[in-house]
């Protein structure tokens, strides 16, 4: 797969994602990690590093002395921000962003309930 960066909505996705798996099973051989990655058009690598990401900020992670990656994007931390500002509105804009970046899959699965 070809390298791209990860888009505002692919974050918010990835985010959500992050707020379901301890931080502990986040690998790129976690059975959810692959199926998410791939119906974003992501390798499991991809993910579990934006998933790694997002835990440098993550108080509960990082106040027990686990260390995680030290970088990452601008993104990472202003949806951190929006989390604890204001949790409603950005669970709206996860939905949303599912929509978009899990395009036609999205809509099926949502039918199908």
Partial sequence: MQRRNWTYEETLVAFDLYTQIPWEK???R????IAVAKR???TPAALSMKLD???R???AVT?????SLTHGASVEKK???EFY???DLLLEKIEKSKQIVFKDSYDKENCAE
Avoid: Q, T
Wanted: hydrophobic residues 35%; negative net charge.
């Fill in 63 to 67: 106040s027990k002395g686990f260390s």
């Fill in 40 to 42: 974003m058009g992501r």
């Fill in 53 to 55: 990401n997002l835990a």
């Fill in 30 to 33: 976690n059975e959810e990690i």
């Fill in 57 to 59: 900020l993550d108080v």
């Fill in 79 to 81: 949806i951190w921000d």
């Fill in 85 to 87: 500002k204001d949790r």
């Fill in 26 to 28: 986040i690998s790129s």
